[in-house]
């Protein structure tokens, strides 16, 4: 059986944005990788309807920087966004933020999944790396010095280090034996492109109305991606809802502030669900991305602190030769540095849910004076600012 094991130093499970940077930075760095998912190859075409979108933050940005991508993706209908407006539908509280003011190049961009995806995957093929579209695996075996996969078409891999990046229900997270702590918020996640009657003003438009959350994100040709979190029933509801119907609510639910809706796409509802891994790794295989978290899409953080652990265990994987890139100390610095941060952020964000969420007269209250506060104090915005684009408020830049 050994002899027709092919090695390799990292096989990476799961090739979403997460697992694709992960193996094109380790294969820039001198590793063998090969990267394998279930799906087809992504493949972008600018001449197809804009799909799933993402906010990234800055720090995201300068890791596709270092992987060779940042222009690619860019180029594939990125977006910088320079302005951010937050309101509550039941308070005055409000806030604006401006690059400009701030003195920062830009508050976000808004990129497609499939830009960045199709740009890691060429990028890590031209870094010498291997791709395997549409294959999936059916048994794994621990061994000392590394882990067998078997694949579903009898192949099997011999990987000395093997990245999960399987998604949110990791199946390696599952087969290693990771428990994982789950707060289901009953809410849905409604996502569709559409076209307002009023520009976008490169700004990104969120109204917190009670428990539902509405976000507008600003994108290159006009229209706007949308993430609504609604409680269950009510997403149902508005997923059921025709076209002028859902466009009227979703105007509504802005409250007028960009206008009619012009057009819409299909709706797709998203389940949301916070998650968070026991261990960020098991021996010789390691958790990245929304295998090891996921939150609240609220603040459009998702992905970026999939960025943050695929930049830490760029950093932590040892190379060169004779180097074993499972190294348990290194592995366990990776969990270290990233899972509080991760809980941090889980926390915040249903933190933030709750402040918003609550029409408690006194919560109401102290929403609309903190949020006062944040918004008459410079040296607080930029502080606020800073941390939602991953960088240090201590040391910016
Ligand atoms: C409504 C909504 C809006 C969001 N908005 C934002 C935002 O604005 N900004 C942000 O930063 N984040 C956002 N997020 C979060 C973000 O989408 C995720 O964090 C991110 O997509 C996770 O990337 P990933 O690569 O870890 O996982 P995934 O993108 O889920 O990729 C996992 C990959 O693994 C493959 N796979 C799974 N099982 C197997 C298997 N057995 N064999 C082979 N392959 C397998 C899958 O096919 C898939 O390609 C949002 C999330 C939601 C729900």
Known sequence: MSG???HFDIVVVGGGAAGAATALGLARAGHRVLLLDRRRRPVFDEKAPVTRVATLNAASMELLAELGVRDAVLARRGHAFHGMDVWDAHSSAALHFDADDLGLPALGWTVEHLALESSLWEGLEAAGGTVLPETGWRA???RADRIDLH???????????LVAADGAESALRARAGIAVRRNPYHMTGVV???????????????????EEILAFLPLADGRCSIVWSLPEFESERVLSMDDTGFSEALRDALGGRLGD???????VGWPLVGRQARDYVSGRLVLVGDAAH??????GQGLNLGFADVRALLEAVPVGAGVDPADPRALQAYTRSRRLDNELMLRSMEGLRWLFGSSLPPVAWARALGVGQVERHRILKRFFALRALGQDPAHPG
Not at 193 to 210: K, L, M
Not at 294 to 299: Q, S
Request: aromatic residues 8%; proline residues 6%.
């Open 294 to 299: 996921t939150i609240h899409p609220l603040a």
């Open 151 to 161: 694949l579903d078409g009898g192949r099997v891999l011999g990987a000395r280090l």
């Open 4 to 6: 027709s094991v092919e």
């Open 261 to 267: 809706i012009v057009s819409t796409s299909p709706r």
């Open 140 to 142: 794994l075996d621990w």
């Open 192 to 210: 569709a492109t559409v076209a307002t009657r009023f520009p976008h003003q490169d700004t990104a438009w969120q109204r917190f109305n009670g």
